[in-house]
């Protein structure tokens, strides 16, 4: 994804800033220990909505009151802002340039705070990402398993720290929480677009449908039903029987008691009250079906509306392109003539100056909003559960009033009451006794799975649509080729090649394999010019597969911190000895530190050719060669430039 941090501020209490600021491509901070370089990532990481501040206590945090980054996304500026020790932000959206050059703490304020995580949505939704949950199983703890996509999932392809880059147990930031590491790669599909909302929603409507034929054939199996399912059931019937005798029965009746009574029923009398009753009961029934088809008109209607909503918004990106080409006037209104006699028109001229301001501010507004998603996956199942609910009692009511319907009649042809009580006497004691029987009846029994297994290969099919596992394949290949290729350009050892990197997504594991025999740990390697060799190919490997995919929400940003460390340590100290038999060594691990910049350039302007933007490394580094002077934004020492 096309972004970059143009600025970083600091600003204190006394009017006082400190402004960096970072161009596309290779970036370099150069200096001496303790001048604030490795804070930079802290910063920045603060400003990208951490949940706590990892800036180093000190001069920095004393002197700061209030951090931000302006991260820009093609032609909008994300203006966020966030105070020390803080947890509500700053967040803003500018698309003019200038405001940017002339920025001072002043603009915040008019500016309102909001609560980091409210900060942190907005942020997601301008940059793409708004897929609230994506567990594959609605029943499943969202603080366990899926839960909303988050931004601070990418995070880990954006730093190494000066810890991590040649670490040979660690390869990502903040993989040492297990839950974090979880969640990057639970959401890491999503951010790579290939899985969306929509996407999560099937999964979890396909893993509930599966779940309920799996129940009814479970079901269907049962040979037995329970002492209390059945007690439930009798006491069903037989109250039935007693309400259209005007008779009540005990709630606490024992089953025991149930199965006596069922061969030994009251007959009715002439006194009995049964139509009034049954009437009465069809009446409420009646009111009951009514109510719940008026819920579910409501249900289906707001259904219809979240469909035709995300219709379109689906064709939003194509709408506003196709205003911005209808809107766009190329003439130039320098001089307009007459076709006839070649006067200058100014009137005309006047007008078209007019149309032009007018286009421009409606450009403006286009880009102020931008990419801009919301997720209705959870309205969607959410009604969709209703929905089925309100069918399921729908039909269970419709199939009792049709029972009291067809009672009623039969009633109302029967010659007298007591003829009417002792054809329903007899069907009571036969629906009881097959209630006694039931599992008998039941192993002959078979539900039609017919619709529920229908629907089940409807949704995989629109599943299939999504190639979530093309895509992972396709993109392993692509990752395992540009790692094994950039770690060829950099200091690795030669007995482990010929080699290839080989990364896996669903894992998130790395391994080298040599010469097509066996694979070996990052772990198992030895020497730091390994472990640095692995981890740059890693991470300019995601690089560039993040920045070449179109549909990609991570952003095409990587900060490096001390990438030189493993030789240059060896370099000043032999250079402190004078000795004289090593300066070959020492000019080698110079010329490999060239090399490693020399990669990370190269590497910058292919992704350029490639996908016609250059993407963002900022590198915080200790050496400073005239080789890449031409990268070097900032120099800091400690007795004179330095971030505070």
């Known amino acids: 994804m096309q972004a970059s941090i143009s600025h970083m501020f600091l600003f204190n209490d006394n009017q006082e800033v400190r402004i960096l600021k970072f161009d596309d491509g290779l970036n370099i901070i150069s200096g001496d220990s303790k001048t604030g370089k490795s804070a930079v990532i802290e910063i920045i990481d603060y400003c990208l909505f951490a949940s706590r501040s990892t800036i180093p206590k000190g001069i920095i945090t004393d002197w700061t009151e209030l951090y931000c980054i302006i991260f820009r996304v093609k032609d909008k500026h994300l203006i966020i802002g966030r105070r020390k020790n803080s947890n509500q932000m700053y967040f803003n959206v ?26 942190k949505k907005e942020f997601e939704k301008h940059i793409g990402i708004s897929v609230l949950d994506t567990r594959t199983d609605e029943e499943d703890d969202k603080r366990n398993s899926g839960g909303k996509v988050t931004m601070r999932s990418f995070v880990p392809f954006l730093f190494q720290h000066q810890n991590l880059i040649a670490n040979k147990h660690s390869l990502f930031y903040r993989f040492d929480d297990f839950y974090k590491r979880k969640k990057t790669i639970d959401d890491y599909p999503v951010l790579m677009g290939w899985g969306n909302a929509d996407f999560f929603d099937l999964q979890r409507d396909l893993e509930s449908k599966q779940k309920e034929l799996s129940q009814k054939k479970k079901l ?52 009995s009250v049964g139509d009034q009753n ?42 506003i392109n196709r205003l911005k080409s209808l809107a766009s006037i190329e003439t130039s209104v320098s001089e307009i003539h007459c076709p006839l006699c070649d006067q200058e ?75 009417k009580g002792l054809l329903l006497r007899g069907r009571t004691e036969a629906n009881a006794q097959n209630l006694i029987e039931r599992n008998k009846l039941l192993s002959n029994s078979r539900s039609d799975y017919s619709e529920l297994e229908a629907e089940i290969e409807e949704l995989k099919n629109k599943l299939a649509g999504f190639n979530l596992k093309e895509e992972l394949q396709k993109a392993q290949m692509i990752l395992s080729e540009k790692m094994s290729a950039i770690c060829e350009l950099l200091d690795f050892e030669e007995e482990f090649k010929p080699g290839k990197i080989l990364f896996d997504l669903e894992k998130f594991s790395l391994k080298y394999n040599i010469k097509d025999k066996e694979n070996i740990l990052l772990s198992e390697m030895g020497s730091g010019s390994n472990w640095l060799a692995i981890h740059l190919s890693a991470f300019l490997g995601f690089l560039y597969l993040h920045s070449i995919s179109s549909t990609s929400k991570i952003p095409s940003i990587l900060i490096l911190d001390q990438p030189s460390q493993v030789y240059f340590p060896k370099v000043y100290k032999q250079l402190d000895e004078e000795v004289e038999n090593e300066q070959k060594k020492v000019d080698d691990n110079i010329v490999q530190v060239k090399n490693i910049f020399k990669v990370i350039s190269d590497e910058i302007d292919n992704i350029k050719n490639e996908c016609g933007y250059k993407p963002q490394v900022i590198v915080l580094e200790h050496a400073d060669e005239d080789d890449f002077e031409q990268f070097i934004k900032y120099r800091w020492s400690k007795d004179r430039d330095k971030l505070i």
């Not at 005798?245 to 006596?260: M, N, Q, R, V």
């Open 94 to 119: 500018e698309i003019d340039s200038d405001l940017i050059y002339n920025f001072s703490i002043e603009y915040f304020i008019d500016k309102k705070l909001i609560d980091l995580d409210e900060a």
């Open 220 to 271: 269907d199996e049962k040979l037995k039903i329970s002492n209390g399912q059945l007690r439930d059931d009798l006491y069903g019937v037989l109250s039935f029987y007693y309400t259209f005798l005007g008779k009540e029965l005990s709630d606490d009746i024992t089953l025991p008691d149930l199965k006596k009574l069922v061969t030994d029923l009251p007959n009715s009398t002439a006194n």
């Open 278 to 319: 049954l009437n009465e009961e069809l009446r409420k029934i009646d009111n009951l079906i009514f109510e719940k088809k008026k819920k579910l008109d409501v249900v289906q209607n707001l259904l219809s509306t979240i469909e035709s909503n995300n219709d379109i918004s689906k064709n939003y990106s194509k709408n």
């Open 345 to 419: 028109v100014e009137a005309i001229k006047e007008k078209i100056a007019v149309i032009q301001e007018s286009n421009e501010i409606l450009e403006d507004e286009f880009e102020k909003i931008g990419t801009y998603v919301n997720d209705t996956s959870n309205q969607n199942s959410s009604l969709r559960k209703e929905r089925d609910n309100l069918k399921k009692e729908l039909k269970e009511l419709s199939i009792k009033a049709e029972s009291l319907n067809k009672q009623l009649l039969t009633e109302f042809n029967t010659k007298n009451e007591y003829e």
